[in-house]
């Protein structure tokens, strides 16, 4: 089955700064990926994701990139700012909707003011 | 459109009792996933449901544990004589069929005393 790796386990950036958390995933077949915010106490929240026929994908000041190559996709958050603190999961799944989710083990992100 | 209604929010059990855990799906979404959520882990998958069928059991512990999701009500995820191991959160999460994303519930906390 898929499994999904997530690195690093915690980040700490200055607000203002960018954060980076990067996942790979083993079963090459994968053709979608999501990331999900989680605060404290909270239900996840999809905040973006990205299918296998694309390569980048930008809302505001999110972004995740995609190398189906070495199977490994990126989220990328610009400008942070203190709401930005929580925990963030990658997941990965092969097929066309509906199938399971297989979740990384999560990023806890601080943004230090 | 309410959201998808995880309930109880907490639950207390001792060790021994049964936990019953309620999902209701958002409005037109008939497919129900279960994950648990350990303290400080990541989204383990547990179960997968439409209506009246389990189309993917895999990440569901053999003993003790049972997921439905009956023609008319919310889903319930059953688990009989609970042990301190089983305390974490249950996330039910729902999609419409040939969604890609799911949108997750506010969880169950179970404690197990």
């Known amino acids: 089955g898929e499994n999904v790796e997530q690195h690093p386990s915690t980040l700490s950036v200055q607000e203002g700064d960018s954060a980076v958390i990067k996942c790979t995933y083993s079963d090459s077949a994968s053709n979608y990926f999501p990331w999900y915010k989680q605060e404290l106490g909270k239900r996840p929240q999809l905040i973006i994701d990205i299918r296998s026929n694309v390569g980048e994908k930008k809302d505001q000041r999110i972004a995740v990139t995609l190398n189906k190559t070495a199977k490994h996709f990126s989220l990328h958050i610009t400008e942070t700012q203190p709401e930005d603190s929580a925990v963030y999961f990658c997941a990965a799944r092969y097929g066309f909707g509906n199938e399971k989710l297989t979740f990384g083990t999560g990023t806890r992100l601080t943004i230090i003011p | 459109n309410a959201g998808v209604m995880q309930n109880p929010r907490h639950l207390v059990r001792r060790r021994g009792q049964e936990a019953r855990l309620r999902c209701s799906p958002m409005k037109g979404h008939s497919h129900v996933y279960w994950y648990r959520q350990l303290p400080e882990e990541g989204l383990k998958f547990m179960v997968y449901?439409?209506?009246?069928?389990?189309?993917?059991e895999s990440g569901m512990p053999k003993e003790r544990f049972s997921a439905e999701f009956p023609k008319e009500g919310p889903s319930i995820l059953r688990i009989q004589q609970v042990v301190r191991g089983d305390s974490a959160a249950y996330f039910c999460?729902?999609?419409?069929?040939?969604?890609?994303?799911?949108?997750f519930g506010s969880g169950t906390r179970l404690t197990v005393v």
């Open positions: 999460a729902s999609s419409a069929t040939g969604d890609y994303g799911y949108t």
């Open positions: 449901l439409q209506k009246e069928n389990i189309i993917d």
